[in-house]
């Protein structure tokens, strides 16, 4: 068993000195130091030696294994390092070449108006307020004087999930919601900003998914003129000093009177072109007096407290202030169209 010990431990020395990469090394480790090899048979047939003979032997089994395992480890260590430096050469950095800019990104132009129409009201003593997208029918309809099947109804084509819950047409339920958390408390000064749904085919000024900004006050003694003075103090820090304004009469089922609100032309100041169709004036937003009925169902006395609301596409200003001419531009994710606005 010595003799085959030895004879062993000749074999493997000899084929380690030909191992030229680190799979062929642990294939011989695994040859001769696996719980197969040679090595492992020779050491279970210990068993059948004598007393004697067995301390020996034993010590001649661990000298081979002892030497075959220091060859192994000594060329696992020169593998791994030359591994190492050809990963390092492969990985090296020169530290002087130039860094390379990092493209730099910008607001939404839609989130941009909004920041801005926001910061303008917020200056005038308004309050931000939010509600749900997913909304009830009272108050996306009934609450705001449009009961059910009320032929207001078809203005505002609707994504309904129940019969009772919709996708929300406009903001305006957010402020039947602030009125009525406010349990009567005045005043009301508030705008609400957030995405509204309505079933509509999309072109170069619809679309299914939109964003509006609605404003709301309630107090005592407010007046149509404190809302044509709030409306042209909002264009004017939006458009510019020069810009007029201009109401229509109108009809929404929430407010009496209603009216609808023009602002001069962007584009010709108001001497008339092809963006305005020569009138000279572009519509902007909808407006009015909140309805004695809304007042009522939100806890307000109409006979004591009086308001105004309006409401306004954030797309169809920003059209107008950047002179887009598709509404599809600020959803298509075109970085040639979002570039335009990181300077802006």
Same mark, same amino acid.
């Given at each position: 068993?010595?003799?085959?010990?030895? @004879? $062993?431990?000749? =074999?493997?020395?000899?084929?380690? +000195? #030909? /191992?030229?990469?680190?799979?062929?090394?642990?294939?011989?480790? !695994?040859?001769?130091?696996?719980?197969?090899?040679?090595?492992?048979?020779?050491?279970?047939?210990?068993? @059948? $030696?004598?007393? =004697?003979?067995?301390?020996?032997? +034993? #010590? /001649?089994?661990?000298?081979?294994?002892?030497?075959?395992?220091? !060859?192994?480890?000594?060329?696992?260590?020169?593998?791994?390092?030359?591994?190492?430096?050809?990963?390092? @050469?492969?990985?090296?950095?020169?530290?002087?070449?130039? +860094?390379?800019?990092?493209?730099?990104?910008?607001?939404?132009?839609?989130?941009?108006?909004?920041?801005?129409?926001?910061?303008?009201?917020?200056?005038?003593?308004?309050?931000?307020?939010?509600?749900?997208?997913?909304?009830?029918?009272y108050y996306n309809f009934e609450a705001l004087n449009l009961p059910k099947n009320h032929p207001a109804r078809d203005m505002q084509d609707s994504f309904y999930i129940t019969d009772e819950v919709l996708m929300r047409t406009h903001t305006s339920p957010v402020?039947?919601?602030?009125?009525?958390?406010?349990?009567?408390?005045?005043?009301?000064?508030?705008?609400?900003?957030?995405?509204?749904?309505?079933?509509?085919?999309?072109?170069?000024?619809?679309?299914?998914?939109?964003?509006?900004?609605?404003?709301?006050?309630?107090?005592?003694?407010?007046?149509?003129?404190?809302?044509?003075?709030?409306?042209?103090?909002?264009?004017?820090?939006?458009?510019?000093?020069?810009?007029?304004?201009?109401?229509?009469?109108?009809?929404?089922?929430?407010?009496?009177?209603?009216?609808?609100?023009?602002?001069?032309?962007?584009?010709?100041?108001?001497?008339?072109?092809?963006?305005?169709?020569?009138?000279?004036?572009?519509?902007?937003?909808?407006?009015?007096?909140?309805?004695?009925?809304?007042?009522?169902?939100?806890?307000?006395?109409?006979?004591e407290y009086s308001g105004f609301a309006f409401g306004m596409g954030v797309e169809r200003i920003a059209m107008l202030k950047y002179g887009i001419d598709d509404i599809r531009h600020f959803y298509t994710n075109d970085l040639r169209f979002l570039k335009q606005?990181?300077?802006?």
């Open positions: 068993m010595r003799d085959k010990l030895l @004879a $062993l431990k000749e =074999e493997a020395l000899r084929e380690l +000195g #030909q /191992v030229q990469t680190l799979p062929e090394l642990n294939d011989i480790r !695994v040859k001769y130091m696996g719980k197969k090899g040679p090595l492992t048979e020779i050491l279970r047939g210990m068993g @059948a $030696l004598s007393a =004697e003979e067995r301390p020996i032997i +034993g #010590q /001649v089994a661990n000298d081979v294994r002892a030497a075959i395992e220091e !060859v192994i480890n000594s060329k696992q260590a020169r593998f791994d390092k030359a591994e190492t430096e050809a990963r390092l @050469a492969a990985e090296t950095i020169d530290v002087t070449l130039p +860094g390379r800019p990092a493209p730099q990104g910008a607001v939404h132009p839609l989130s941009k108006v909004i920041q801005e129409i926001e910061d303008i009201f917020v200056g005038m003593g308004y309050t931000v307020e939010e509600g749900p997208e997913v909304e009830q029918d402020q039947v919601r602030t009125m009525q958390r406010l349990k009567g408390g005045v005043p009301v000064k508030i705008i609400c900003p957030g995405k509204v749904y309505r079933r509509d085919d999309d072109d170069a000024t619809h679309s299914h998914q939109f964003t509006q900004i609605e404003g709301l006050v309630v107090d005592k003694h407010i007046r149509m003129s404190d809302l044509k003075g709030t409306l042209l103090q909002f264009v004017q820090e939006m458009f510019g000093k020069q810009t007029r304004i201009r109401m229509r009469p109108s009809f929404f089922p929430f407010t009496e009177p209603s009216a609808e609100v023009d602002v001069t032309c962007m584009m010709c100041s108001g001497s008339g072109c092809r963006v305005c169709k020569q009138t000279g004036w572009l519509e902007i937003l909808g407006s009015g007096m909140v309805h004695p009925r809304v007042l009522e169902m939100a806890g307000y006395d109409p006979q606005f990181v300077h802006v």
